[in-house]
């Protein structure tokens, strides 16, 4: 049925699908289902990623240079492929999608974080901290990490669009969400059949997808800036305290 159309059941907004089911209410359970998936799999592959970059890039060595080689080896491979062939092997479900996208994303987190740390480690508050005996535990956790929660966090804003249009892409193939379960990308795939008879069933899930991809874009540019107006502002205040302190 069209949008806009009543049955037994109330006013369909934006119609039924081939199964006359409301394709509003899908959209709803498909967009709880997306966002699950795009949350969980940022939060799993922010925490592996940052934790290994913290640590190869605080403590350098071997470890670092194991880690960036097989960084910059998992990144010259597209992650669309990776997950392609490990759901086909291990089968589509919720738990598979999610630890498929982490673990096709944690480097992005891994090289940001390291490059953070590397740029960190040697500035004067660590090293006062060490010439006052602090653990290498502690420096981490309580001058480290409060450092670099806000470019991360930016990071995973943008990296949530990018996970939700991957599960999109896995589900339209297949390889993702499945019946009875819905997304956006299940429903885009189960509307192709109808393009040209009912293009709403593509059309619905299609604009949905743009418009969170682009909305979710537009947070995180809001994020950076209001991170780097921060930084700046320390910066400043930083500043004008040494230059007193120079003065007096």
Do not use: C
């Amino acid at each position: 049925m069209p949008p806009l159309t009543s049955s037994a059941g109330g006013v369909h907004i934006l119609g039924t699908d081939a199964l006359g089911r409301d394709e509003l209410s899908r959209l709803m359970l498909g967009a709880q289902i997306s966002m699950a998936v795009g949350i969980a799999s940022v939060i799993v592959s922010g925490l592996i990623g940052t934790f290994i970059g913290l640590i190869a890039g605080y403590y350098r060595g071997w470890f670092d240079d194991v880690v960036m080689r097989f960084v910059d080896l998992q990144m010259s491979v597209p992650s669309l492929l990776i997950a392609l062939l490990v759901l086909y092997l291990a089968g589509p479900s919720f738990l598979n999608v999610v630890l498929v996208l982490a673990v096709t994303r944690w480097m992005v987190y891994a090289r940001v974080a390291r490059g953070l740390m590397l740029s960190m480690r040697e500035v004067l508050f660590v090293e006062a901290s060490r010439a006052l005996g602090a653990s290498n535990f502690r420096i981490i956790v309580k001058h480290l990490l409060p450092n670099l929660a806000a470019p991360i966090m930016v990071l995973a804003t943008l990296e949530l669009a990018v996970m939700m249009l991957t599960e999109a892409s896995l589900s339209f193939l297949g390889l993702g969400i499945q019946p009875p379960e819905s997304s956006w990308g299940l429903m885009l795939a189960e509307g192709r059949e109808y393009l040209t008879s009912a293009p709403w069933l593509v059309a619905v899930p299609g604009l949905a997808i743009l418009f969170t991809a682009l909305s979710v874009n537009i947070i995180a540019t809001w994020l950076r800036s209001r991170s780097t107006q921060a930084t700046y502002s320390r910066g400043g205040s930083a500043h004008s305290t040494e230059r007193s302190s120079s003065a007096t």
